[in-house]
């Protein structure tokens, strides 16, 4: 599906605690802008539901798990995220829904670009029809 990656990001394991990192353009193929993270999730929740027209992302289950369930118009996948060394790469133009969060779980997305409203699609029908426009 498109480009999704699944990025094993580096691990300094140590007797005192083990240690995680990623860098812009490094381990991750974009220059981070933005930090956020959704945390206190209610049990049986689901965020997202939308796709970004510019931004890529870049999302860890920091602590806990849950499901982030990508979708490009005509085929769907689900990626369970449980562990904090693997981050989850979502590119532009893919519709995405976080669901099944476990109690306590922490989700720590990166972004491309700042915050900005204009590069959100919430219609799931006006985003199959800009997919299908990029294929033709
Ligand atoms: P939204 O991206 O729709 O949440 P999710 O996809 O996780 O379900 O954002 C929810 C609200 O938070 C929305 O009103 C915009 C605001 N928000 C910001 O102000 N800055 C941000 O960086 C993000 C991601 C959201």
Known sequence: MDSVQLIDLPKVLDRRG???????????????????WIYDVPGGEIRGSHAFKE???????LSGSFDVILN??????????????????????????VENFSTNSL??????????ENDYIRDFDEFKMLRNEIKK
Request: proline letters at 3%.
């Open 18 to 36: 083990n240690l995680s990192f990623f860098e812009s353009n490094n381990q991750i193929p974009f220059k981070i802008k933005r930090t956020y």
């Open 55 to 61: 931004s890529c992302e870049l999302i860890i289950a």
């Open 72 to 97: 490009d118009g005509e085929v769907e996948k689900k990626y369970n995220l449980n562990r904090s060394y693997f981050g989850l790469y979502v590119p532009k133009m893919l519709w995405r829904r």
């Open 107 to 116: 989700a720590l997305i990166v972004s491309s670009i700042s915050y900005d």
